[in-house]
């Protein structure tokens, strides 16, 4: 029997944020064992908590969705901290490293919340005509509804398309088949005096999940794009979830060349899980 938490991350409030189920001391586990468990959750991520390879860690973390594994992840590595310190882990300094499989990311804690800092892009840049085309299809959008378009990519694969506004990102209804293996954000800005500065979506069919409810990576490509072009200012929040009845709410900072992807997280679920009788492969 090994420790396991569900968390929900980017929510002050409970049940409205995405939750990350997350199996401490999963050092001995296949890759299929962690692959069959991720399957069973049906959540956008799992996670499995094991012992660091660099000396540099606090912990290791494997991030699995249904439909694979992900190198990086925004949520899963949120959740993974919270649930790590509640078990009683202790960062070796002021911040928890992070060991994963795109390397060591740095996870604050900071007024309340948990925020870890963007890995760097591994694609950026705009996107193709024939790629806007396939995407604004996918999307039930025409490709002059798009504001612009970028290449955010930190390990999911994201592609994001900044629409007019907010109300345009709730009204897209996208046909899944035609999106493929894409995974795509899109962005919108919210009307002056909201208490948010963007409305977010993503949705990412080919990995097992046909949207997810708040992404940290997502937010993390979109915050390094937005900010840059003077788009979005420093520190912002950004809103996400709600199209699915969720009220995800992630923040930003911008210090220096990082940006720091911030939430609320908390354990909704606790106890053991036996994952001895599942195949090794």
């Known amino acids: 029997m090994r420790a396991f938490r569900q968390v929900d991350v980017f929510s002050a409030e409970p049940l409205m944020g995405n939750p990350v189920a997350v199996v401490h001391d999963a050092d001995g586990l296949s890759d299929e064992q962690m692959a069959a468990f991720a399957r069973w959750t049906n959540l956008s991520e799992t996670t499995f908590l094991l012992g660091p390879t660099d000396a540099s860690a606090d912990y290791r973390v494997r991030i699995f969705t249904p439909g694979g594994e992900l190198p990086f992840a925004g949520h899963?590595?949120?959740?993974?901290?919270?649930?790590?310190?509640?078990?009683?882990?202790?960062?070796?300094?002021e911040r928890v490293i992070q060991e994963c499989g795109v390397g060591l990311i740095e996870v604050r804690r900071e007024e309340g919340r948990l925020a870890f800092a963007a890995p760097p892009l591994r694609r950026s840049g705009p996107v193709s005509p024939q790629e806007l085309r396939e995407i604004a299809a996918g999307l039930r959008i025409g490709p002059e509804e798009v504001v612009d378009a970028q290449w955010a990519d930190n390990g999911p694969g994201w592609v994001v398309v900044r629409l007019e506004d907010a109300a345009a990102v709730l009204s897209i209804w996208p046909d899944p088949a035609s999106l493929g293996d894409l995974a795509v954000g899109v962005v919108g800005l919210q009307p002056a005096g909201s208490d948010s500065a963007i409305e977010v979506r993503a949705f990412v069919g080919g990995l097992g999940v046909a949207e997810d409810p708040v992404t940290g990576s997502l937010n993390a490509g979109i915050a390094q794009w937005l900010i840059g072009e003077g788009v979005l200012p420093p520190s912002y929040v950004a809103s996400q979830g709600t199209a699915l009845g969720r009220r995800g709410r992630v923040h930003i900072d911008a210090v220096g060349d990082t940006i720091w992807v911030g939430g609320e997280t908390r354990t909704t679920i606790a106890g053991t899980v036996d994952l001895a009788e599942l195949p090794r492969g």
């Open 76 to 93: 899963p590595t949120l959740g993974t901290a919270h649930a790590w310190l509640e078990a009683g882990g202790a960062p070796r300094g």
